[in-house]
């Protein structure tokens, strides 16, 4: 940038630079450098591939100028300004610049290719439960609904955030920024898509205590037309409350990320760690609850579609309730997957909770490196879960398994009477 704009190179890398600079953005640095610019070598000549022109250069000819920054001069900052700065001095910058990247390589090794295969069949799985969840027969159950919803929410966590994350790992910068308004609209998203996705988890194991209540006004509350009208309103309601979210996201160097305001990052970190930890209280209880319900009332069935409960009063009545086989088999696929959802999700919760802790602490640059990987790892794991819905729900039900078999000939007979 002209009219007085300095930027300093202060460290080259095998195909960007970074440079430490002035005026460019006020927010403080999240390392020890404002930005890292994207360089290559054309005819002989290395092109700086920045959004400003360069309008000059300066070089210090004379090495008596300037000197290393070493401890003591450090020292004599902190005595100054009362903090501690944002540098380090050079051998200690040099090991932790290894052990960075390190960590960088290994991260990318191992999100490029794992993401791939986690997006693939996570598209392709979350198609086949929509078509299965949207069959007839399905389609009359509330929890089913709740199913279909967090199938679609899962293809738009990994189309917006996976797919997209492969892509800046293949070009090797974020395309986020390259314009403000997709930075903050794939933050939003990909935020709200996690919220839903979560949301509609709890939803589900709600559903299936309320079906196995023996109160008759809470099993009356499961029907399809409350489903639809809880998840429209659902999804209305959060969209509102996490409109502050994109508001705050910025592009700072060569990436999207929230904005370093005490106050926003305070409410972002607060809701981060209460929609990654609530679900689990929520999920655990009602799973309990229905776990209670079902074993103090045993299932016998009656004929070879409906299945029914026996509870025992105190005069010892016998009291039926009855239950379709897919109400059965909808228990188990929220079982199944409240508790594949707590085993792959533990670490960012985790994460979200260490996050909130050391919001305030100053940390070097092996805390930062490390933090991000961790952060990479957690994510990588929330996308795993987004992808194994159907191929879960397909080895623990033996009804989903029947109505996937009656889907695809479905589609086949379709498909051979189409082209005849």
Same mark, same amino acid.
Request: glycine letters at 4%; a positive charge.
């Given at each position: 940038?002209?009219?007085?704009?300095?930027?300093?190179?202060?460290?080259?890398?095998?195909?960007?630079?970074?440079?430490?600079?002035?005026?460019?953005?006020?927010?403080?640095?999240?390392?020890?450098?404002?930005?890292?610019?994207?360089?290559?070598?054309?005819?002989?000549?290395?092109?700086?591939?920045?959004?400003?022109?360069?309008?000059?250069?300066?070089?210090?000819?004379?090495?008596?100028?300037?000197?290393?920054?070493?401890?003591?001069?450090?020292?004599?900052?902190?005595?100054?300004?009362?903090?501690?700065?944002?540098?380090?001095?050079?051998?200690?910058?040099?090991?932790?610049?290894?052990?960075?990247?390190?960590?960088?390589?290994?991260?990318? /090794?191992?999100?490029?290719?794992?993401? =791939?295969? @986690?997006?693939?069949? +996570?598209? *392709?799985?979350? !198609?086949? $439960?929509?078509?299965?969840?949207?069959?007839?027969?399905?389609?009359?159950?509330?929890?089913?609904?709740?199913? /279909?919803?967090?199938?679609?929410?899962? =293809?738009? @966590?990994?189309?917006? +955030?996976? *797919?997209?994350? !492969?892509? $800046?790992?293949?070009?090797?910068?974020?395309?986020?920024?390259?314009?403000?308004?997709?930075?903050?609209?794939?933050?939003?998203?990909?935020?709200?898509?996690?919220?839903?996705?979560?949301?509609?988890?709890?939803?589900?194991?709600?559903?299936?205590?309320?079906?196995?209540?023996?109160?008759?006004?809470?099993?009356r509350q499961c029907t399809r037309k409350k489903a639809q009208l809880v998840i429209i309103i659902s999804i209305i309601f959060w969209f509102l409350i996490e409109i502050f979210i994109p508001i705050g996201f910025n592009i700072q160097g060569n990436n999207c990320v929230p904005s370093t305001d005490p106050f926003y990052l305070f409410m972002y970190r607060i809701i981060d760690l209460l929609c990654t930890l609530f679900p689990f209280?929520?999920?655990?209880?009602?799973?309990?609850?229905?776990?209670?319900?079902?074993?103090?009332?045993?299932?016998?069935?009656i004929d070879g579609h409906t299945l029914a409960t026996i509870s025992v009063s105190g005069n010892n009545n016998r009291h039926y309730r009855t239950y379709t086989n897919k109400d059965y088999h909808l228990i188990r696929l929220c079982f199944s997957q409240v508790i594949v959802f707590i085993i792959l999700n533990i670490p960012g919760a985790l994460f979200s909770l260490y996050m909130f802790i050391t919001r305030t602490n100053i940390?070097?640059?092996?805390?930062?490196?490390?933090?991000?990987?961790?952060?990479?790892?957690?994510?990588?794991?929330?996308?795993?879960?987004?992808?194994?819905?159907?191929?879960?729900?397909?080895?623990?039900?033996?009804?989903?398994?029947?109505?996937?078999?009656?889907?695809?000939?479905?589609?086949?007979?379709?498909?051979?009477?189409?082209?005849?």
């Open positions: 940038m002209p009219f007085g704009h300095v930027s300093v190179i202060v460290d080259v890398l095998n195909d960007s630079i970074r440079v430490a600079e002035q005026n460019f953005h006020a927010y403080y640095w999240s390392s020890n450098y404002s930005r890292q610019i994207p360089y290559i070598m054309k005819n002989g000549s290395y092109y700086i591939m920045d959004n400003y022109n360069i309008y000059g250069w300066m070089s210090v000819e004379d090495s008596n100028q300037t000197y290393p920054l070493n401890q003591s001069t450090i020292d004599k900052i902190l005595r100054k300004n009362i903090s501690f700065p944002d540098f380090i001095c050079s051998k200690k910058l040099e090991n932790m610049s290894q052990l960075a990247n390190k960590l960088l390589e290994l991260s990318i /090794l191992i999100s490029k290719f794992y993401l =791939i295969l @986690i997006y693939l069949i +996570g598209l *392709l799985g979350n !198609i086949c $439960n929509i078509i299965v969840f949207c069959r007839d027969s399905m389609r009359l159950n509330s929890c089913s609904w709740y199913f /279909l919803t967090i199938s679609i929410f899962n =293809i738009i @966590i990994l189309t917006v +955030g996976c *797919l997209f994350r !492969i892509i $800046n790992y293949f070009l090797g910068y974020d395309i986020s920024i390259i314009e403000i308004g997709f930075c903050k609209f794939r933050a939003y998203i990909v935020i709200i898509g996690y919220i839903l996705s979560r949301y509609f988890l709890c939803l589900i194991s709600i559903d299936r205590w309320m079906i196995t209540s023996k109160n008759v006004f809470i099993r209280f929520i999920l655990i209880i009602f799973s309990f609850l229905t776990l209670h319900n079902i074993l103090k009332r045993r299932i016998i069935p940390k070097t640059i092996d805390h930062l490196t490390i933090d991000s990987f961790l952060n990479i790892i957690a994510t990588n794991l929330a996308y795993t879960h987004c992808a194994l819905t159907f191929y879960l729900y397909t080895l623990t039900s033996k009804e989903f398994r029947k109505q996937c078999s009656l889907t695809f000939r479905y589609i086949q007979r379709r498909f051979i009477i189409r082209f005849q």
